[in-house]
């Protein structure tokens, strides 16, 4: 059984698909997802808390895209549950305010970083 890849772009799934998805990833299934594109889906801050809390489940995510979604200022925070085991993080357009407190966690927790493209633009 292989690896899996969901693009769920522009679907405006909101905060409330976010929530589904961590009810979801309970399933031996969900925890082989590789890629995660959820880019342009009206997701915020409570979004994507639920969505982290459930990411953790998928030891099999490299790659996660949360562009041009408003994650606001409480981001970071959810973010640091799942960012050591990413190797590609898209937040491009994401109103992301704390962007430096995430480079001063990867900073801080380098031998565990394995992040090799991280795409911060225009935030």
Do not use: W
């Amino acid at each position: 059984m292989g690896n899996y890849s969901s693009k769920v772009e522009r679907n405006k799934i909101g905060n409330q698909g976010c929530e589904a998805f961590r009810a979801a990833v309970a399933g031996k299934e969900a925890s082989l997802v590789e890629i995660l594109s959820l880019s342009g889906n009206g997701i915020q801050e409570a979004g994507l808390q639920s969505l982290c809390e459930g990411l953790r489940k998928c030891p099999a995510l490299v790659s996660l895209d949360l562009s041009f979604n408003d994650l606001g200022p409480g981001a970071v925070k959810a973010l640091t549950q799942v960012v050591l085991q990413l190797q590609i993080l898209s937040l491009r357009q994401t109103n992301l305010s704390a962007v430096q407190d995430l480079g001063a966690l990867l900073q801080r927790r380098v031998p565990e970083v394995r992040l090799q493209r991280l795409d911060l633009s225009h935030n």
